[in-house]
């Protein structure tokens, strides 16, 4: 049932069916009708990311099978993406975070452009957001972020070296869940990163 493609789970129309329990034309009609997201394989089939489903039946109050629940987990659950322009601390947050929580892949993006593209390839459970990006506002990255709803709704965890308070307020005000100021306490960081992933 469903297949991967770079770690992310597609269902076909028929598989939507069988596990919202109706026909396969109930779903194709959810599609046409721009109710349930989808795209479209070369062959013309319809193809479904499970977090698009997802959305889909939280947004009519469905019930979401446990099936679905647990494939979303295995997937996405112990993904984690760095993304801060200064190497030394990027990489000492990898080192700290991957010894304190083995079993966690995590992934290292140093400007915007590999951000965006690892943010597609992975759709990380949790963010660890530099505010500070040359080239890249981090306050509209976050917001960018917060509203993709191909993401499936990650944690932002905000970092900066600026901590004068209007700083943090913006960044909560464009959906970030925590502000961590440098230099980083990283026992809390990483409590905070478990109860998450928890």
């Not at 795209?39 to 469905?62: C, H, K, S, W």
Request: glycine residues 8%; proline residues 4%; aromatic residues 8%.
């Amino acid at each position: 049932m469903g297949k991967k493609a770079k770690k992310i789970r597609i269902f076909s129309a028929l598989e939507v069916a069988n596990i919202c329990g109706v026909v396969n034309q109930t779903t194709i009609n959810w599609i046409k009708s721009k109710h349930l997201r989808a795209f479209t394989t070369p062959g013309g089939q319809y193809r479904i990311y499970a977090d698009d489903l997802v959305n889909f039946l939280e947004g009519r109050n469905m019930r979401v099978p446990d099936e679905l629940f647990a494939i979303l987990k295995s997937d996405i659950s112990n993904t984690i993406l760095i993304i801060d322009d200064n190497e030394e601390l990027n990489n000492l947050l990898k080192e700290v975070i991957g010894k304190q929580m083995k079993g966690y892949k995590i992934y290292q993006a140093f400007d915007g452009f590999e951000a965006g593209k690892l943010l597609g390839e992975h759709k990380p459970k949790v963010i660890l957001l530099d505010i500070n990006l040359p080239g890249v506002d981090g306050y509209v990255l976050c917001k960018r972020i917060k509203n993709d709803e191909s993401l499936g709704n990650p944690t932002v965890l905000s970092i900066s070296g600026i901590d004068d308070g209007e700083a943090e307020k913006r960044i909560l005000r464009e959906g970030a869940d925590a502000f961590f100021p440098k230099p980083i306490d990283f026992s809390s960081l990483i409590n905070h990163i478990e109860k998450v992933i928890r």
